[in-house]
């Protein structure tokens, strides 16, 4: 018999003769002459009742069942007598795959995120974790349908670099040199001897590979992990995560934030249309404001300020801010929170940032102080997209990153882009973990990523 998901059980319309279940014993009470089973497979949010009877052969043997044990059960799908659910299987037989010990460490009670990151192997089989990562999973394929849909095409980027595209230095090296003895050059490691023959990273981003493929597939994205080295231990950072970056030839910047309200906006929709129980619990135990914001920002006309309009706003407002606002700062996470919260109460979009503050690819805008950069900005998250419209212009590409004092060498392909066929062409990034964030409410970026790399936490 092929075994069935308990999601599409608790989906049937109708009463089913014969059933095959494998998961994990949640709960287990015994009652006069019957055992009831609380069983989940992970398919779902909810669990199915099984009911035992004490005439099944290994009765005995079913009664040490515990929390955490493996179970396959086949039965008939019966009309459930009790309440709190519409199906349940009364069991013809149950076959033990493995008997958990007593000391499971998910016992039937409350435990703290704290807690669970120590046991991030075991914390997908809780409720609120294995909606996380349901969600998550949902939310990966409404990525892909959402660009399928718009005619773009798929780009695996390499995670191995010699580029550093941000500019800012914070990267993980890559080598197989002997770190307690490396081959000297001139006072330093010589990697002309390392692997690749050259100083080796993992990457920060997909961007300038999906500039390169906008610029003969029209439009790409890549979806896939990046790595930043920031001594950083807020909630909002990590040192392992995934982004989204789509690439758009012959795009400005207004069709840039076009296409990045209307992501967010149709995949909050879609995980409000396909998530339904699983969004329930973060709404009733995580956030309980959590369903009115998102409708917010599903259904939501999104503000589009500029950023010197953006720092007026800001300055005016009376709050003391613990970071001080003026044109040259960049916004953190405050000010786009008392933007989004507070001042307009919905999304906000903030164009033509200062170029002072932003990477040398963003396109100079013709005040020469500010460039065509983009972040959608959402409530309670703050930032939840950056992007650009691209310099495309060879001379002032080149002018940025002498004014930046960037060695031009390792990126002499990327200005090969700009001399032949070059056209405008703009991008951004969407955190996909700071998403996940916006759509459960989980605070913390550690528990909406199955394991992650934090300073000093390499763990699993």
Same mark, same amino acid.
């Given at each position: 018999?092929?075994?069935?998901?308990?999601?599409?059980?608790?989906?049937? $319309?109708?009463?089913?003769? +014969?059933?095959?279940?494998?998961? /994990?014993? #949640?709960?287990?009470?015994?009652?006069?002459?019957?055992?009831?089973?609380?069983?989940?497979?992970?398919?779902?949010?909810?669990?199915?009742? %099984?009911?035992?009877?004490?005439?099944?052969?290994?009765?005995? $043997?079913?009664?040490?069942?515990?929390?955490?044990?493996?179970?396959?059960?086949?039965?008939?799908?019966?009309?459930?007598?009790?309440?709190?659910?519409?199906?349940?299987? +009364?069991?013809? $037989?149950?076959?033990?795959?493995?008997?958990?010990?007593?000391?499971?460490?998910?016992?039937?009670?409350?435990?703290?995120?704290?807690?669970?990151?120590?046991?991030?192997?075991?914390? *997908?089989?809780? !409720?609120?974790?294995?909606?996380?990562?349901?969600?998550?999973?949902?939310?990966?394929? &409404?990525?892909?349908?959402?660009?399928?849909?718009?005619?773009?095409?798929?780009?695996?980027?390499?995670?191995?670099?010699?580029?550093?595209?941000?500019?800012?230095?914070?990267?993980?090296?890559?080598?197989?040199?002997?770190?307690? @003895? *490396?081959?000297?050059?001139? &006072?330093?490691? $010589?990697?002309?001897?390392?692997?690749? &023959?050259?100083?080796? !990273?993992?990457?920060?981003?997909?961007?300038?590979?999906?500039?390169?493929?906008?610029?003969?597939?029209?439009?790409?994205?890549?979806?896939? *992990?990046?790595?930043?080295?920031?001594?950083?231990?807020?909630?909002?950072?990590?040192?392992?995560?995934?982004?989204?970056?789509?690439?758009?030839?012959?795009?400005?910047?207004?069709? !840039?934030?076009?296409?990045?309200?209307?992501?967010? #906006?149709?995949?909050?929709?879609?995980?409000?249309?396909?998530?339904?129980?699983?969004?329930?619990?973060?709404? #009733? /135990?995580?956030?309980?404001?959590?369903?009115?914001?998102?409708? !917010?920002?599903? +259904?939501?006309?999104?503000?589009?300020? =500029?950023?010197?309009?953006?720092?007026?706003?800001?300055?005016?407002?009376?709050? @003391?801010?613990?970071?001080?606002?003026?044109?040259? @700062?960049?916004?953190?996470?405050?000010?786009?929170?008392?933007?989004?919260?507070?001042?307009?109460?919905?999304?906000?979009? %903030?164009?033509?940032?200062?170029?002072?503050?932003?990477?040398?690819?963003?396109?100079?805008?013709?005040?020469?102080?500010?460039?065509?950069?983009?972040?959608?900005?959402?409530?309670?998250?703050?930032?939840?997209? &950056?992007?650009?419209?691209?310099?495309?212009?060879?001379?002032?590409?080149?002018?940025?990153?002498?004014?930046?004092?960037?060695?031009?060498? =390792?990126? /002499? /392909?990327?200005?090969?882009?700009?001399?032949?066929?070059?056209?405008?062409?703009?991008?951004?990034?969407?955190?996909?973990?700071?998403?996940?964030?916006?759509?459960?409410?989980?605070? @913390?970026?550690?528990?909406?990523?199955?394991? *992650?790399?934090?300073? +000093?936490?390499?763990?699993?």
């Amino acid at each position: 018999m092929e075994r069935t998901k308990i999601f599409k059980l608790l989906e049937c $319309d109708s009463p089913l003769a +014969q059933v095959l279940i494998k998961g /994990w014993v #949640r709960t287990r009470r015994d009652s006069k002459g019957f055992s009831f089973i609380e069983v989940n497979d992970g398919s779902s949010l909810k669990n199915i009742q %099984v009911v035992v009877d004490e005439k099944l052969p290994h009765y005995t $043997d079913i009664k040490k069942l515990t929390t955490g044990s493996a179970i396959a059960v086949s039965g008939s799908l019966v009309e459930s007598k009790g309440g709190g659910q519409r199906w349940e299987i +009364q069991a013809g $037989d149950l076959q033990i795959i493995h008997l958990a010990p007593e000391d499971f460490p998910l016992q039937k009670k409350r435990h703290s995120d704290e807690f669970l990151r120590t046991i991030s192997h075991l914390r *997908p089989r809780t !409720n609120k974790y294995g909606a996380a990562f349901r969600i998550r999973s949902e939310m990966a394929f &409404g990525i892909h349908k959402f660009f399928r849909e718009r005619g773009f095409r798929y780009l695996h980027s390499p995670i191995l670099t010699g580029s550093d595209c941000e500019g800012a230095g914070e990267l993980f090296q890559v080598t197989t040199l002997d770190l307690s @003895n *490396p081959p000297q050059k001139e &006072g330093r490691a $010589d990697y002309e001897q390392d692997f690749f &023959g050259k100083e080796a !990273n993992l990457t920060v981003s997909g961007q300038l590979s999906a500039e390169m493929f906008a610029l003969a597939l029209g439009d790409v994205y890549t979806f896939g *992990p990046t790595f930043r080295a920031e001594n950083s231990n807020t909630r909002r950072h990590a040192a392992e995560f995934w982004m989204v970056e789509p690439e758009m030839a012959f795009c400005d910047l207004d069709g !840039n934030m076009d296409l990045g309200e209307a992501l967010i #906006r149709e995949l909050t929709t879609y995980a409000m249309d396909v998530c339904t129980d699983d969004l329930e619990l973060f709404a #009733r /135990w995580v956030d309980k404001k959590l369903m009115a914001t998102l409708e !917010n920002i599903a +259904q939501s006309d999104y503000i589009r300020l =500029p950023y010197r309009e953006a720092v007026d706003i800001l300055s005016q407002s009376g709050k @003391n801010f613990e970071y001080p606002v003026g044109f040259g @700062n960049d916004l953190q996470t405050e000010h786009e929170r008392f933007l989004t919260e507070e001042h307009f109460k919905k999304p906000v979009i %903030v164009f033509d940032y200062p170029k002072s503050i932003k990477p040398f690819y963003m396109r100079v805008n013709g005040d020469e102080q500010t460039v065509a950069a983009m972040d959608v900005l959402v409530p309670r998250i703050g930032e939840i997209i &950056g992007g650009s419209q691209r310099e495309e212009r060879l001379e002032v590409l080149e002018a940025r990153m002498d004014e930046m004092k960037m060695d031009k060498t =390792p990126l /002499w /392909w990327y200005l090969d882009a700009r001399r032949y066929g070059s056209v405008p062409h703009s991008g951004f990034g969407l955190g996909f973990e700071r998403f996940l964030m916006m759509i459960t409410g989980i605070r @913390n970026i550690r528990d909406v990523i199955p394991f *992650p790399r934090t300073p +000093q936490n390499i763990e699993f």
